[in-house]
């Protein structure tokens, strides 16, 4: 039996030794720590409170767009480099800073995973204040975009975990295409190329509408095409409070659109706000269009936010997990398209 234990205890300490990083002793696979969007910068308090602080408040506390309320895309915490210790070590996102003339090599760096899962840092080097501004500039939008990311990704593989079976398997079996939500969304209508399914709680509603309509050119990749058949179908399948109510777009605001790729299939993306016309509902909305070209269809999942005297900048990144989780039943089928497109066959 104590041979069996030694071996046991040998077994142990060998695991522990393979998933340990130089990092102070810490396990690298440590749990993330924080809240979502929290974001630690380290760096000098003289810096913080001069122009280097200022430029970095600036990039990543800028106002999140298509939100009824300013909201910043990060929530900024400044942390002295002697208080970096393991406490803060643990955050999901983290930007370390160094300006000293003692710095060898001056750049930035992308690194995953550094003491926790699934962590996202940058680390910036620079000689001078003037050099790490040049830095940050440069590499701004990239920075937003790996810690945006890198956000996103958490709250897929957390879907990916835990998700509501019965719209999902709805989803796959009526309309050939699958999505992953949290459990507690439920289907409240549906008919042959429109689903509806949310989750209501008496502060806030997190909603998902999926329809499609035939692909006839790449015209229906356009806000002027995309926009006449949402308000459409919202004012005949969404129904407001209050009689002679309905949901739309609200058009007072600019779309935010963006055409991109999805799973390789060709899409768009639309943010900006919906209204209820007849009523003082509205919030903030995400949508992606996407190209299901065996199926000769554009399928469109619009989720949305109503979560009124509330922040929504996080409910909605939710909902937009969710909507990029989608994938077509005939994804291998369309591989096969592309790529005889890209063959020029």
């Given at each position: 039996?104590?041979?069996?234990?030694?071996?046991?205890?040998?077994?142990?300490?060998?695991?522990?030794?393979?998933?340990?990083?130089?990092?102070?002793?810490?396990?690298?696979?440590?749990?993330?720590?924080?809240?979502?969007?929290?974001?630690?910068?380290?760096?000098?308090?003289?810096s913080w409170k001069g122009a280097t602080g200022e430029l970095i408040r600036?990039?990543?506390?800028?106002?999140?767009?298509?939100?009824?309320?300013?909201?910043?895309?990060?929530?900024?915490?400044?942390?002295?480099?002697?208080?970096?210790?393991?406490?803060?070590?643990?955050?999901?996102?983290?930007?370390?800073?160094?300006?000293?003339?003692?710095?060898?090599?001056?750049?930035?760096?992308?690194?995953?995973?550094?003491?926790?899962?699934?962590?996202?840092?940058?680390?910036?080097?620079?000689?001078?204040?003037?050099?790490?501004?040049?830095?940050?500039?440069?590499?701004?939008?990239?920075?937003?975009?790996?810690?945006?990311?890198?956000?996103?990704?958490?709250?897929?593989?957390?879907?990916?975990?835990?998700?509501?079976?019965?719209?999902?398997?709805?989803?796959?079996?009526?309309?050939?295409?699958?999505?992953?939500?949290?459990?507690?969304?439920?289907?409240?209508?549906?008919?042959?190329?429109?689903?509806?399914?949310?989750?209501?709680?008496?502060?806030?509603?997190q909603g998902i509408i999926v329809y499609s309509f035939p692909y006839t050119?790449?015209?229906?990749?356009?806000?002027?095409?995309?926009?006449?058949?949402?308000?459409?179908?919202?004012?005949?399948?969404?129904?407001?409070?209050?009689?002679?109510?309905?949901?739309?777009?609200?058009?007072?605001?600019?779309?935010?659109?963006?055409?991109?790729?999805?799973?390789?299939?060709?899409?768009?993306?639309?943010?900006?706000?919906?209204?209820?016309?007849?009523?003082?509902?509205?919030?903030?909305?995400?949508?992606?269009?996407?190209?299901?070209?065996?199926?000769?269809?554009?399928?469109?999942?619009?989720?949305?936010?109503?979560?009124?005297?509330?922040?929504?900048?996080?409910?909605?990144?939710?909902?937009?997990?969710?909507?990029?989780?989608?994938?077509?039943?005939?994804?291998?089928?369309?591989?096969?398209?592309?790529?005889?497109?890209?063959?020029?066959?």
């Amino acid at each position: 039996m104590k041979v069996k234990n030694y071996k046991l205890i040998i077994l142990f300490l060998s695991v522990v030794v393979l998933f340990s990083c130089s990092n102070d002793g810490a396990i690298l696979h440590t749990n993330i720590t924080g809240s979502s969007s929290e974001l630690v910068v380290v760096i000098s308090n003289d810096s913080w409170k001069g122009a280097t602080g200022e430029l970095i408040r600036e990039i990543l506390a800028q106002p999140q767009h298509g939100l009824p309320q300013d909201e910043p895309l990060f929530d900024v915490i400044n942390v002295p480099h002697a208080a970096f210790k393991s406490i803060f070590k643990s955050t999901r996102n983290i930007i370390q800073t160094s300006i000293s003339s003692n710095i060898e090599k001056e750049g930035i760096s992308f690194i995953d995973d550094v003491w926790a899962y699934p962590q996202a840092t940058v680390q910036i080097k620079a000689k001078t204040s003037e050099k790490f501004a040049e830095i940050l500039n440069e590499n701004k939008n990239k920075i937003l975009s790996y810690f945006i990311a890198a956000e996103k990704e958490r709250l897929t593989m957390n879907y990916k975990k835990f998700y509501e079976k019965g719209v999902y398997n709805v989803l796959n079996k009526e309309y050939g295409l699958t999505m992953k939500v949290p459990p507690g969304f439920a289907i409240t209508e549906q008919e042959e190329d429109f689903i509806w399914f949310k989750y209501d709680t008496p502060e806030i509603q997190q909603g998902i509408i999926v329809y499609s309509f035939p692909y006839t050119s790449d015209s229906a990749f356009t806000v002027n095409y995309l926009l006449p058949i949402r308000d459409k179908i919202l004012k005949e399948n969404i129904p407001g409070p209050t009689e002679d109510s309905y949901m739309a777009t609200e058009k007072r605001f600019e779309q935010i659109f963006n055409i991109r790729e999805h799973n390789g299939n060709y899409a768009s993306e639309m943010r900006g706000l919906w209204r209820v016309e007849n009523d003082f509902m509205g919030g903030p909305y995400v949508s992606l269009a996407e190209l299901d070209a065996t199926n000769q269809r554009v399928v469109v999942a619009f989720g949305y936010v109503y979560a009124p005297s509330k922040d929504k900048r996080n409910l909605l990144r939710q909902v937009e997990a969710m909507i990029y989780s989608m994938k077509f039943n005939d994804q291998a089928k369309n591989d096969k398209i592309s790529s005889q497109i890209r063959m020029g066959n």
